[in-house]
């Protein structure tokens, strides 16, 4: 692992610990094992490493979720692993949204946090969206919608994932989507051959 990455990480144990406000980069420096000086060689402040860290972890899912529908599994499983892969990154975007909730954040980093996440909702659609087109072997998808079903789908994800969150819900995740995919998976105009 590169200096970057470790201090990403490092960071990352700060910033849950504390939240966004009251973590200090002599904080993270420590947790690194560095001064803060040496921070600075990779980072310009605070809120640049914390933009950083949120980019490093999107771009993880967003690998994850992309793997996953490239990979040579059936397409209702490569579905169902994706839909299972973005629902429980809902624990790690819980750990964020706590820290914009938590303190008050600089605007430019609210904004910054928004727009990568709706680059990110629209990278799935389209993944996903994709995907159906490939690998939908029944009659022609002219006349579906297939966004349509792509927000379904990822609504869906959406739903069970802030459900996760409740502590009192004690949502299974993997056994809800299964459930839910197979009583969609049914009554969508799509068919896969698996």
Do not use: W
């Amino acid at each position: 692992m590169d200096k970057k990455e470790t201090i990403l990480e490092n960071a990352s144990v700060v910033f849950r610990k504390y939240g966004y406000q009251k973590a200090k980069l002599d904080d993270i420096a420590n947790e690194c094992g560095m001064n803060k000086a040496g921070l600075y060689y990779y980072f310009k402040n605070k809120e640049d490493l914390f933009m950083a860290m949120l980019k490093r972890d999107i771009e993880s899912v967003n690998n994850r979720l992309r793997s996953t529908l490239s990979g040579s599994a059936a397409p209702a499983a490569a579905i169902r692993e994706f839909l299972i892969i973005r629902t429980k990154s809902y624990v790690l975007m819980k750990d964020y949204l706590e820290m914009f909730i938590g303190g008050v954040t600089p605007p430019r980093l609210r904004d910054s946090a928004r727009a990568s996440k709706n680059r990110m909702i629209q990278e799935e659609i389209n993944l996903v969206a994709g995907f159906i087109e490939v690998h939908h072997t029944g009659p022609d998808l002219s006349k579906v919608d297939i966004r349509g079903i792509v927000l379904i789908l990822l609504g869906l994800s959406d739903k069970i994932g802030t459900m996760s969150l409740v502590d009192e819900l004690k949502v299974d995740i993997e056994e809800t989507i299964d459930l839910a995919l197979s009583l969609l998976l049914n009554h969508l105009p799509i068919n896969f051959k698996e």
